[in-house]
């Protein structure tokens, strides 16, 4: 009897170990869910959120609606990937406030570039710049293109040397405009400088077999996240990093700092933040478990260039609901601390199962991200 009660003991324990081990991650991913709040309702996808607080305190959140009637990604064999897209945007004097902004469309004629991937900055002089990619879309005019807004709208204006780009992402440093973009899964930089209006006249080479790539600046060092891919037979197999002290030479990590731990997962989507010397990861894996969607996961490190230092991902939504499952991608994070965190999801206002895509908008919380 004695024996039968210790081996029961033994076993609870181990439960409790268990439960203690898996808790963290499912509990960040329904809070998550819970606290999510809905900016973008219309039927078209919207989806590839660029965000920026403006030197006047104003909040703008951009991002792509697509102009397929379609809507639901495998509906009637639509793919969000080969759709067109208009620019929107929205503006408030808080973040929560985007919730209910108005939505506007910039007003000018667009390229034929599917302007599936978006990036907004703003220069020095106040300006804000809308740069639009293909993103590996639909289009003849495949140049990466930026819209200017200075009260008015202007362009749109292909950057010099950006044909047959995919994606994109922006920045603006002591006084030139940053953009980091992959062209055959080759990763480039070019730059503007604001002092003299003229770019780079060749782009510098930041890696190779890399795509998706975004860009931050912490204490006067460039760092780069980007996915792993050849083209041929490996897609998406770990998240690496570049790092460069003026934006002209890089070194990358030679493995991974982050990738999903399951067999046949993908990596997409890397955004990076810093805080008080802790940089922390978003990315979209594709878990490689049918039925468990694209979702949002998240790691950290101090060490950003050194792979090993990176702690074990944690999975941030669920992209998946009683047997149905959707899309969680392109996250987006605003403030050093990742105070918010955007993103497109297919989830329906319930999060019960897949609709159009729409923005997502979550306030984090510390507890939320142990």
């Known amino acids: 009897m004695k024996k039968a009660l210790s081996i029961i003991a033994v076993l609870l324990v181990l439960v409790l170990v268990i439960v203690t081990l898996v808790t ?8 998550i869910q819970d606290k999510a709040i809905q900016l973008t309702t219309n039927l078209r996808y919207d989806r590839n959120p660029s965000f920026l607080r403006a030197n006047d305190g104003t909040y703008w959140l951009f991002w792509a609606r697509g102009q397929d009637s379609r809507n639901i990604r495998g509906f009637n064999g639509y793919d969000p ?6 620019v929107y945007y929205k503006t408030a004097n808080s973040m929560p406030g985007l919730e209910r902004a108005a939505e506007h469309q910039i007003p000018l004629k667009a390229p ?3 302007q599936r991937d978006i990036a907004a900055v703003q220069a020095a002089n106040g300006t ?12 003849s005019e495949r140049s990466v293109y ?3 807004y200075d ?3 202007h362009g749109p204006t292909a950057v010099p040397a950006t044909d047959y780009a995919a994606h994109i992402s922006a920045l603006q440093y002591q006084g030139k405009i940053w953009v980091f973009f992959d062209i055959g899964y080759t990763l480039k930089v070019t730059s503007y400088d604001e002092t003299t209006s003229q770019w780079t006249s060749t782009p510098n080479l930041i890696a190779n077999n890399a795509t998706i790539a975004k860009a931050i600046v912490d204490k006067g060092k460039f760092y780069v996240v980007w996915t792993y891919v050849d083209g041929v037979n490996i897609w998406g197999s770990g998240i690496y990093l570049s790092s460069s002290p003026d ?3 890089w070194s990358s990590t030679a493995n991974p700092i982050a990738a999903w731990p399951a067999t046949g997962a993908t990596n997409w989507d890397p955004v990076l933040t810093q805080d008080k010397g802790v940089f922390r990861l978003f990315w979209a894996p594709d878990s490689g478990i049918p039925g468990y969607g694209q979702f949002i996961a998240t790691s950290t490190s101090t060490k950003p260039t050194d792979p090993a230092s990176w702690s074990v991902p944690v999975q941030v939504t669920t992209a998946n609901y009683d047997g149905n499952n959707w899309w969680d991608f392109w996250p987006q994070v605003y403030d050093k601390g990742a105070e918010y965190l955007l993103y497109t999801s297919e989830r329906n206002s319930s999060g019960t199962g897949m609709t159009d895509g729409n923005i997502w908008m979550v306030h984090l919380t510390v507890p939320l991200l142990r």
């Open 24 to 31: 963290p991650a499912l509990a960040a991913s329904k809070g």
């Open 81 to 86: 990937d080969l759709d067109y897209y208009d």
């Open 112 to 114: 034929d570039n599917a």
């Open 128 to 139: 804000i710049w809308v740069f639009v990619s293909t993103g590996l879309g639909p289009g």
């Open 146 to 148: 930026y819209y200017t």
């Open 151 to 153: 009260g008015t709208w």
């Open 247 to 249: 934006g002209l030479t």
